[in-house]
């Protein structure tokens, strides 16, 4: 993947975005329990307020998926009129707390990907590109929940090279560190995902889901094409 604009590491996936109905495969149950990966911060108990999360939801299928077949959205610059509200809920959650993606002082822009899914599409396994972001990304599940899984790039010891992770619809995740760098998040192509642990789970329906991620631009990297939306 040579072009300038894309947004994912070369060689990990073709340019990602939400694709392709899929065929159910073997499914393990999953918890939302965070795996152990370094810089993976996750707190299943915390949710965004549903109505501010009705009116993020709403707001961008209104404003930026209003075109059929349109499934990714960015956004470059303060990135606050674009989803009214949620930078504000999310800068004051101790979660983000753990990553530089507040820093006192704000010296790079910021950089939102909406992605919408429709039940059996995913997302490639990927890392985001490491040299156009700064470290840490926080990713919002709006209307439907999804396994997102994680692959360590560089082959490893352990025998569990991939690990999932159940993302409630209205949760916040982190990736830093590790957990951005030398692991790869995907979601598999499904209409339904299986909840739980071995002894008890349950079949969980996806629905329409909403994906908000937030990044920092690395310096010299906030201007990327003149197709993008500026704000
Ligand atoms: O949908 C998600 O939660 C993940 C999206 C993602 O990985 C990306 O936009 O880079
Ligand atoms: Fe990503």
């Known amino acids: 993947m040579d072009s300038p604009d894309s947004l994912f590491d070369e060689g990990l996936a073709a340019s990602p975005t939400p694709s392709d109905i899929a065929v159910v495969g073997d499914m393990e149950p999953t918890s939302s329990c965070a795996p152990p990966i370094p810089g993976l911060f996750f707190t299943p108990s915390l949710l965004l307020p549903l109505e501010l999360a009705d009116q993020i939801t709403e707001f961008c299928l209104k404003h930026y998926f209003n075109q059929p077949g349109v499934n990714q959205i960015m956004l470059f610059g303060a990135a606050s009129d674009s989803t009214p509200g949620l930078l504000a809920f999310i800068k004051h959650q101790p979660l983000v707390k753990f990553t530089p993606f507040f820093p006192r002082t704000p010296t790079h822009a910021r950089q939102a990907i909406l992605n919408l899914y429709h039940p ?97 631009l690395l310096a010299s990297e906030d201007v990327v094409g003149l197709e993008v939306t500026k704000l």
């Open 120 to 216: 059996g599409e995913g997302i490639t396994p990927h890392v985001d590109l490491l040299k156009r972001f700064g470290d840490g990304i926080v990713g919002l599940s709006l209307g439907s929940s999804c396994v997102m899984q994680f692959t360590r790039v560089e082959e490893a010891d352990d025998n569990v090279r991939l690990k999932q992770l159940f993302l409630p619809e209205r949760t916040m995740i982190v990736l830093s560190g590790d957990a951005h760098y030398a692991w790869t998040h995907g979601i598999e192509k499904r209409t339904t995902d299986l909840v739980g642990d071995a002894k008890t789970f349950r079949i969980v329906e996806r629905g329409v889901r909403l994906s908000i991620t937030f990044r920092w």
